[in-house]
C-alpha cells in the first residue's frame, strides 16, 4: 500500500500570506493525486486533480504541482474561507489513499 | 445541480450488518464511477470502495475487504454499501463521492460528494 505522508502537520498562516503544502508519497504514483479541502461539518471538496489541475470553481489562488513522489498545494493569498484542513490523495493498484492532511490554522 | 443524498446509517451492535443507501440526480449516473468515502469521530479520511461507471469493476480498502460489498442501481440511480460483520472500528461518517472518470483508470478524484451518514458500531 502507497502511504502519503503530508506536512506540516498544521500550518500557522495570516491571511495574505501564501500556504505550501506538501505530500509525499512512498512510491511512485505518476500524477494521481487529488487535493482536497475540508472545513468543519462539512464534506470534502475537490480543488486540485491529477496532480495540477484545478476543478471547476476553484479559484486560482490555489495551485497544484509535482509529479512521482512529491506534490505541493499553493495557496498564493490566504482568505479567510481558506482556514480548513487539506488532505491529499492517490489511486494505485487499485487502491486509494488519503494522506493524514494538513489543518490550515489562523495566526 | 449535483446531489448525492446518503441514508441507511445509525446504531448496529458488533458483528451485525447494515446497508447504505446513495441516491444520485442532476447527472448522468452510469457515466460516472462511485466511491465510499469514511471519517472516524475527529480523524482523517478512510477510502473504503470504488465501482466503475458499468458496476463491473470493485475495488475495496484492505481494512473492509470481505466483509463490504459495493453495488449500484443504474436505473435506480442509486449506489449502495452491504457491511457486515460490523466493529467498532467501523464507526465512522460514510459519503458517497462521485468519481470524474467512469473506470479506474481515468478516476481523477471525486467532484461531488455527499453530506454523510453516520455508521456507529457498539454494544
Known amino acids: 500500500e502507497i502511504v502519503l505522508t503530508q506536512s506540516p502537520a498544521t500550518l500557522s498562516l495570516s491571511p495574505g500570506e501564501r500556504a505550501t503544502l506538501s505530500c509525499r508519497a512512498s512510491?511512485?504514483?505518476?500524477?494521481?493525486l487529488a487535493w482536497y479541502q475540508q472545513k468543519p461539518g462539512q464534506a470534502p471538496r475537490l480543488l486540485i486533480y491529477?496532480?495540477?489541475n484545478r476543478a471547476t470553481g476553484i479559484p486560482a489562488r490555489f495551485s497544484g504541482s509535482g509529479s512521482g513522489t512529491d506534490f505541493t498545494l499553493t495557496i498564493s493569498s490566504l482568505e479567510p474561507e481558506d482556514f480548513a484542513v487539506y488532505y491529499c490523495?492517490?489511486?494505485?493498484?487499485?487502491?486509494?489513499?488519503f494522506g493524514q492532511g494538513t489543518k490550515l490554522e489562523i495566526k | 445541480e449535483v446531489q448525492l443524498l446518503e441514508s441507511g446509517g445509525g446504531l448496529v451492535q458488533p458483528g451485525g450488518s447494515l446497508r447504505l443507501s446513495c441516491a444520485a440526480s442532476?447527472?448522468?449516473?452510469?457515466?460516472?464511477?462511485m466511491s465510499w468515502v469514511r471519517q472516524a469521530p475527529g480523524k482523517g479520511l478512510e477510502w473504503v470502495s470504488f465501482?466503475?461507471?458499468?458496476?463491473?469493476?470493485?475495488y475495496y480498502a484492505d481494512s473492509v475487504k470481505g466483509r463490504f460489498t459495493i453495488s449500484r442501481d443504474n436505473s435506480k440511480n442509486t449506489l449502495y454499501l452491504q457491511m457486515n460483520s460490523l466493529r467498532a472500528e467501523d464507526t465512522a461518517v460514510y459519503y458517497c463521492?462521485?468519481?470524474?472518470?467512469?473506470?479506474?483508470?481515468?478516476?481523477?478524484?471525486?467532484?461531488?460528494w455527499g453530506q454523510g451518514t453516520l455508521v456507529t458500531v457498539s454494544s
Open positions: 463521492a462521485k468519481d470524474r472518470g467512469v473506470t479506474y483508470y481515468d478516476s481523477s478524484g471525486s467532484d461531488y
Open positions: 512510491q511512485s504514483v505518476s500524477s494521481y
Open positions: 465501482i466503475s461507471g458499468s458496476g463491473g469493476s470493485t
Open positions: 491529477d496532480a495540477s
Open positions: 490523495q492517490q489511486r494505485s493498484n487499485w487502491q486509494y489513499t
Open positions: 442532476g447527472f448522468t449516473f452510469s457515466s460516472y464511477a
